[in-house]
């Protein structure tokens, strides 16, 4: 933001433009209409100026706008269809003030007849432009359900992808961080879920381009993946649009079922005169809350533990023989069965390891923009740098980034535009999983604490199934990395064949080289001895969205009541992935890491290729600026499914009413605005599914010898059953909202509730494994979402040097499955359990009821009613699930003189995690030297009388040996201060001096203050990214709490 | 071009589009074929054979299975220490553990795989595919459908039997389960179809006639066809390809070896991770790891485990992650037949001891002595399997089916010798009835 001193550019060639604005207000001007010339009455001519004046977002002419040429008091308005003309002693160039009720007042200099000039509404909530897919739309005018998010506000959460900073800001859309590592997947789901295994995500556009974001990572990273988002960098954003109701999302058909997040970058302007320089620089640390990282027990505790489960155990099943006398952790020279004891429990030493994972990490950002533009072309170039360390030892995420948007007017007809994002990402990742494959966190975590770091003769000591913690944060010796490189891009061109008749055909492309490597050297154990020494892993993957549109839009006053508007496009877009892999085991020795020089060489390679077709059309109906009526039509074809089923098709229609516009209303002062809007229709879904779920398949991936020395030849074995019949997943949704602005918008609310109903819903149906498969994608299941959403927004003060302004929203899911031919459960451990009547993937226990003060054991509830200390299958049940009962965020932002203070909150209430990491830490003993113990182990029972819920410590019977007990199962509600910052904009009389626009100097603090009854690191946490795994939390870092300092310096 | 021809273009380009689209939305898949072209000549037949063996190798024979069923024998812990262990070794499955529902599924994966073949081999009409290959091929198939069987009945007990291959998902439902005598009935015939049509050859990691006989000795040992399993033996030893070779080492490719499964660094024998690296799954106990080596009791096969300098014990069985996995080995077929001349209904005690000797001899123990009694000689047997196959997944079933599970593993309750039906698939197709005492599903 930034005012040009009058008079330097007024006359200059080029920049014939005064601007005053806002950033985001752009103007156009145009050389349009053909010179006519006339005759005139005045003696002195030096100019004649003919023109029009159209709405920036109608493209109609507006009748009665002033035209009023600056120094001279030559006022003219424009005819019915906003048209004008004036003969003037005045010679070119000269400036027009062009003013009208209810539009921005703007200048323009004439330099030549005929003008067309387009005119902004004023900036307030009601003339705000919304994006909609294929189009733009002044927020009265919107019918469906779409909330427009300003970047400028987000962009600041020190997070990686700008999905993850929406969270908190927009009715209806839950957004769950998995993890405190950057760059890892996000989970963004708008109103509900609706697919059991198609994909729950949205659709992301950024641009016009249907961007990928499933991620394409291959690693063993224990379930975490990467988010494909986290490349596009949100200092580029302008705004972003989420698309919630049938009316809105049915232009997208087929992949519209899950919202829409429409994202539009910034571009140019036309006759912005001085260039626009912005200069943003920030400085973080973050660190993990220590309060909330987990506590452990120490060596004595651990050995103490488990000498007792080992004591218990022999008592409850004597057969065995485990006896004090024999317990693991007595006297070493107590020598028994040829095995020495690991020393008495006081004699065991604590080693931590968790410092050894954990940092400050350092967060680095540097973004500069440059905007500007002539009269024929205009561009916005973002460059950035970001360098985000994560609190887990060594997680780095590096992004470099380069922003052209371009536009260019080849002629008063054609408009060439280009916008194009070149990202490199590059990532230093952890594991995040057990076992052999060693997950970073869980290497330290999970060791047991007796355990020594190192052996007595130096060399790194592991537990039973970890790797050395050292080992793994060291990337010399272990080194985990992903670099990509990213281009989206989307090249149009644009056709005013008549006024109102557009034409406009576009190319995207969303290509993305994924380069994974993985190195594990001699001292490791995938690396070391007695595998071959060394082992290195190369993935390329290059994924490639191409897509071609073109759309033919119309917007015709019919006469001075009514408005239509019509598009109509096609689509074409394919999507190829392919993957290649080799892996090198056996180096010389460490110095050589690639692959050539390994003596052991393996490859893999693979393909998969979709493509979509579609063809839409809109139709918008206006009567009064009181009445719209919008239709919406897309046919989708998609090569995923069955010749029978291939096209699917989607309609939507809305309406609204602005009631404020009554008689009745007009001249209310409370009442600024009264919208009611109602949509319904249906969208559909594919996402997620395997390219070829349709077909039945054989892989060739079975090769067995013919002999002894043959070597390996190639096999094939039956993979998929096929299903002719499979379609489209739909969902038909109704929406009814009301937008409500009170004291000139000084509060605005917009309420709405929905009804989302899927039928045909895509499922992995499972089938009797006798059959030799273990599931098949089918349309099998109906699925329903309701829910409410709130968002309020006030000004409470406006002054001259004072304003505060406050923003809420909330929102209520209610999610249920309606029909089911049997049962669902997820993955091997089956936690979670999809049955009919119940939300989606409710979690699925047996139900510890309490701990009997008598003997200790734990008690369950039966199915038939009884209680008792055993279990079958049959008493599991249904306790409770992921979905939290509401959820959202408020925020405030004050600002007085120079200084402006900002604070985000994001809670939600009532969803449920399970604690999967105390389940296998609050092991009883049982895991002995595998696990390391939490510390709230030690309120187990052991005496008679002892009150607790964590049982006596025996492998035998059901107390510790029960993975889906509902002991671990937890409240996950929770309320972070997400981000507060405060911020400084030095006096324009200093700025002034330096030859600086604005200069903002800011702190901002992440996550200072979260409350959660849950007892473990976050309540966020998920393990997994699958959307049927999550609300498991594994044990993941949590969300960093951070600060960081920063300027932003325009000029 | 003025406006009007504009539009028409743009209509011609949309109805141009239209008519490509059907092309555009067909895609083939680049990694996979479609289930029509899958065995139609010789090469596809061999192919699929292949899979059926891969199946075998790296489906039913996969590292879990043999980690579960080594546990249950109770000479052998999982450093794990996953609770699921604690339900192995206490004997309290329930049916909603997972690793259930992954042995059902690749065994009847396996099934599926051979289903195929058997269907489809006879119908192809190849001039490079001759009678003999042909048959060869469908003898393999039929071996390896009996052995997934034989196995998935040891397991679960009581299972349904398919024989065509599945098409429709329908093909499989409702239909009863077998008990687990008419499954071996159903192992018994395919086996003797198999017979005849496998080729006399010793190919060690193929199934030839050879394999298939012994395999069918093993069987009858089930069945308590003790004559039948002792002729069936005699067959195959008469072939000098099979002997026992001292000292002893471990037998792949060896004359040891009947039938071992092959693996590559593409396909890896999971079992090696289970024992072998740093940090290995499974871990020898130490009465077994002192049994073996102990000069008079394990004798040469100490190398089956080891003690590191750490203290550790670490089972030595697959050097590499491409060894061999066994299935078959010559000793068993000595065990075998001295267990069955013990048990027929005239016993052959000095046949027996023999045979127990034999395998003694080559493993550098003492002998035992020829005088012992009946009851001695089947205890002999048993003390000699344990130490013979002290890595390998044969002292549960050795336990079970010999009923001596109460008095080694203090095991009581039968309905515990087999495992419980996976709760999901009892779900996915109720017409199955959960073995008793395991609840209702």
Redesign the interface.
């Known amino acids: 933001m930034q005012n040009f001193k009058k008079g330097k550019h007024l006359y200059s060639a080029y920049s014939l433009l005064k601007k005053t604005l806002l950033l985001k207000s752009s103007i156009v001007v145009m050389i349009f209409l053909p010179l006519i010339s006339f005759s005139q009455t005045q003696p002195l001519i030096n100019s004649t100026l003919k023109g029009q004046i159209i709405d920036a977002v109608t493209k109609l002419g507006i009748p009665g706008v002033s035209i009023h040429i600056t120094g001279t008091t030559h006022v003219v308005q424009t005819d019915k269809n906003g048209k004008f003309d004036f003969v003037t002693g005045q010679k070119f160039p000269y400036t027009l003030e062009i003013t009208y009720v209810g539009y921005e007042k703007k200048q323009v200099v004439a330099n030549g007849s005929p003008i067309l000039v387009e005119l902004k509404e004023s900036a307030s909530q009601l003339n705000d432009v919304v994006v909609v897919g294929y189009g733009a739309q002044t927020r009265k005018s919107v019918v469906g359900a779409i909330v427009k998010v300003n970047a400028a506000e987000t962009k600041q959460i020190p997070v990686a992808s700008f999905d993850a900073q929406l969270q908190g800001r927009a009715a209806g859309v839950q957004v769950g961080t998995y993890s405190g590592s950057p760059g890892e997947g996000v989970k963004v789901q708008v109103r509900g879920t609706a697919s059991i295994n198609a994909s729950n995500e949205p659709l992301y556009v950024i641009d016009g381009v249907f961007v990928n974001n499933n991620s394409l990572s291959t690693l063993d990273l224990g379930g975490k993946k990467t988010s494909p988002l986290a490349d596009i960098n949100p200092a580029d954003i302008e705004s972003i649009e989420v698309l919630k109701d049938a009316s809105a999302i049915a232009i997208y058909g087929s992949r519209g079922a899950n919202g829409v997040i429409l994202v539009t970058t910034k571009r140019g302007e036309y006759l912005l005169g001085k260039t626009k320089y912005n200069l943003e620089i920030s400085h973080g640390w973050q660190k993990a809350d220590p309060d909330r990282l987990w506590e452990l027990t120490t060596g004595p505790e651990h050995a103490m533990l488990v000498n007792e489960q080992w004591v218990n155990s022999g008592k409850d099943?004597p057969?065995l023989n485990q006896t004090y006398e024999n317990r693991p952790f007595r006297p070493v020279t107590d020598v028994i069965?040829?095995?020495?004891g690991r020393g008495n429990p006081e004699d065991q030493q604590t080693y931590d390891r968790l410092s050894r994972v954990f940092r400050t990490a350092q967060v680095k950002n540097y973004d500069l923009s440059i905007q500007g533009g002539s009269e024929k072309i205009r561009y916005n170039i973002g460059a950035g740098y970001t360098d985000q360390e994560g609190i887990l030892k060594p997680a780095d995420f590096q992004r470099g980034s380069f922003k052209l948007n371009l536009d260019s007017k080849l002629n008063d007809k054609v408009t060439l535009s280009s916008s194009n994002g070149v990202y490199r990402t590059f990532r230093q990742q952890v594991r995040g999983g057990a076992?052999?494959q060693a997950g970073h966190l869980l290497a330290a975590l999970h060791h047991p604490t007796y355990l020594p770091l190192y052996n007595a003769d130096g060399t790194p000591a592991?537990g039973?199934?970890?790797?050395n913690i050292d080992n793994l944060v060291n990337t010399d010796i272990t080194n985990i990395s992903t670099t990509s490189i990213r281009y989206i891009g989307n090249q149009f061109i644009e056709?005013n064949?008549?006024p109102g008749?557009k034409?406009k055909s576009s190319i995207g492309l969303d290509y993305d080289n994924y380069n994974e490597r993985e190195f594990f050297n001699d001292q490791t154990?995938i690396g070391?001895?007695?595998?071959p020494l060394g082992y290195r892993k190369e993935v390329f993957t290059t994924s490639t969205i191409i897509q071609n549109e073109?759309t033919?839009s119309y917007v015709k006053a019919l006469n001075s009541r009514q408005n239509i508007t019509v598009l109509i496009g096609?689509s074409?877009q394919s999507t190829d992935v392919k993957v290649a892999q080799e892996v090198g085991q056996g180096f010389p020795n460490n110095f050589f890491q690639q692959i050539s020089a390994a003596s052991?060489r393996?490859a893999?390679q693979?393909?998969?290729?979709?493509?979509?077709?579609s063809?839409f059309g809109r139709l918008n109906y206006s009567l009064d600026n009181k009445y719209f009526l919008e239709g919406v039509i897309r046919a989708d074809?998609?090569?995923k499914f069955g010749a029978n089923n291939?096209w699917g098709f989607f309609p939507g229609i809305g309406a609204s009413w602005r009631i404020k516009q009554e008689a009745f209303l007009q001249n209310s002062e409370t009442i600024s605005e009264f919208k009611l809007r109602l949509s319904a229709g249906s969208a559909g879904n594919q996402n997620g599914i395997n390219?070829?779920a349709a077909?039945?398949?054989?892989?060739?991936?079975?090769?067995?010898?013919?002999?002894?020395t043959s070597?390996?030849?190639?096999?094939?074995?039956?993979?998929?059953?096929?299903n002719p019949d499979l379609k489209w997943e739909k969902t038909t949704t109704y929406n009814a909202g009301i937008d409500l602005g009170l004291f000139k918008d000084r509060l605005f609310l917009n309420f709405d509730a929905y009804y989302k109903y899927t039928t045909d819903a895509l499922l992995y149906l499972?089938?009797?494994?006798?059959?030799?498969?273990?599931s098949?994608l089918a349309n099998a299941g109906e699925v329903s979402n309701k829910g409410i959403e709130l968002a309020i927004t006030g000004t409470i003060i406006k002054s001259k040097d004072f304003e505060w302004s406050a923003n809420f929203n909330i929102s209520r899911n209610v999610n249920r499955a309606e029909k089911l031919v049997?049962?669902i459960?997820f993955e091997?451990?089956?936690y979670r359990r999809t049955q009919e009547g119940a939300a989606l993937g409710s979690f699925w226990l047996y139900k510890q009821l309490y701990v009997d003060p008598t003997t200790g054991d734990a008690i369950f509830q039966h199915a038939d009613g009884t209680t008792g200390t055993t279990?079958?299958?049959?008493?599991?049940q249904l306790m409770g699930n992921l979905i939290p009962d509401f959820f959202g965020g408020f925020s405030n932002n004050i600002s007085y003189k120079g200084f402006d203070f900002n604070v985000l909150f994001t809670y939600q209430y009532g969803n449920k995690v399970f604690n999967f990491n105390k389940y296998i830490l609050e092991?009883g003993g049982?895991?002995?030297a595998?696990?390391s113990i939490l510390k709230s182990q030690l309120n187990r029972w052991q005496k008679e009388g002892d009150i607790t819920n964590t049982p006596r410590v025996t492998?035998?019977g059901n107390n510790?040996?029960?993975?889906?007990n509902s002991r671990y199962l937890e409240d996950g509600s929770f309320i972070r201060l997400k981000a507060a910052s405060l911020g400084y904009t030095l006096p324009a009389s200093v700025t002034s001096k330096v030859r600086l626009g604005k200069v903002r100097l800011y702190v901002l603090g992440t996550n200072l203050w979260l409350k959660t009854k849950y007892s473990g690191a976050d309540p966020e946490s998920s393990g997994s990214a699958g959307q049927n795994l999550d609300g498991l939390d594994t044990a993941t870092p949590p969300q960093p709490r951070g600060i960081q300092f920063g300027a932003n310096i325009s000029f | 071009m003025n406006t009007k021809n504009k539009t028409l273009l743009f209509l011609l380009l949309i109805s141009s589009s239209l008519f490509s689209c059907k092309k555009y939305l067909e895609v083939s898949p680049y990694d996979t074929i479609p289930d029509e072209t899958t065995i139609y000549d010789r090469s596809s037949a061999e192919a699929a054979v292949r899979g059926a063996y891969r199946g075998l190798a790296s489906l039913n024979y996969g590292s879990a299975f043999q980690n579960t069923i080594l546990q249950s024998g109770g000479d052998i812990k999982s450093l794990n220490n996953a609770q699921t262990d604690l339900n192995v070794i206490n004997y309290d499955l329930r049916s909603d553990i997972a690793f259930l529902s992954t042995y059902w599924g690749n065994f009847y994966n396996t099934i599926n795989r051979t289903n195929h073949i058997i269907e489809k081999v006879p119908l192809v009409t190849d001039n490079k595919l001759g009678n003999d290959l042909k048959n060869q091929l469908l003898g393999e198939a039929y071996a390896i459908r009996a052995l997934s069987y034989f196995d998935l009945a040891r397991v679960f007990g009581n299972v349904q039997i398919f024989l065509t291959p599945t098409n429709v998902v329908a093909d499989k439902l409702g239909v009863k389960q077998s008990t687990q005598a008419e499954v071996f009935a159903q192992v018994l015939e395919d086996l003797n179809k198999a017979e005849p049509l496998l080729p006399t050859t010793i190919v060690r990691n193929r199934i030839t006639r050879s394999t298939a006989v012994a395999l069918r000795a093993r069987l009858y040992l089930y069945q308590k066809k003790y004559t039948e399993a002792e002729a069936d033996i005699n067959t195959v030893l008469a072939n000098p390809g099979y002997k026992l070779i001292k000292p002893f080492n471990l037998a792949a490719g060896t004359s040891e070896s009947v039938l071992e499964l092959s693996y590559s660094v593409n396909d890896v024998n999971a079992g090696y991770a289970q024992w072998n690296t740093s940090n290995r799954a499974l871990e020898p106990k130490a009465v077994i790891h002192n049994l073996l080596n102990d000069p008079a009791v394990g004798g040469d096969r100490k190398i089956l485990s080891v003690k590191n300098a750490a203290g550790q014990f670490i089972g030595g069985i697959y050097p590499t992650n491409t060894s061999a996995g066994y299935i078959i080995r010559t000793a068993e077929l000595f065990l075998n037949r001295a267990e069955a001349r013990v048990l027929k209904t005239v016993p052959d005690l000095s046949g027996a001891i023999a045979d127990i000797n034999a395998v003694r001899v080559r493993s550098s123990v003492p002998e035992i002595s020829a005088s012992l009694n009946k009851d001695e000689v089947l205890l002999a047997i048993e003390n000699e399997r344990r130490v013979e196959f002290a890595l390998e997944p044969f002292r549960w079933f050795d336990l079970v089916r010999t009923g001596r599970a109460p008095a080694v593993l203090n095991l009581n309750d039968p309905n515990k010798y087999i495992f419980p039906i996976p709760a999901g698939e009892i779900i996915a197709d109720p017409s199955l009835v959960q073995n008793p005492g395991y609840g209702r599903n």
């Open positions: 099943k057969s069965n040829g095995v020495p076992g052999q592991r039973s199934i970890y790797e056709v064949i008549l008749l034409f154990i070391g001895s007695p595998n073109q033919l096609n074409i052991v393996t893999d693979r393909r998969s290729k979709s493509t979509l077709a063809f074809g998609s090569s291939r390219d070829y077909l039945g398949l054989w892989s060739g991936s079975a090769a067995y010898p013919d002999n002894l070597g390996p030849k190639p096999g094939v074995a039956p993979a998929q059953l096929k499972p089938v009797p494994q006798s059959t030799g498969y273990s098949t049997s049962p459960t091997a451990r089956e279990v079958t299958t049959a008493d599991r092991g049982t895991r002995d595998s696990r492998s035998v510790y040996n029960i993975e889906q």
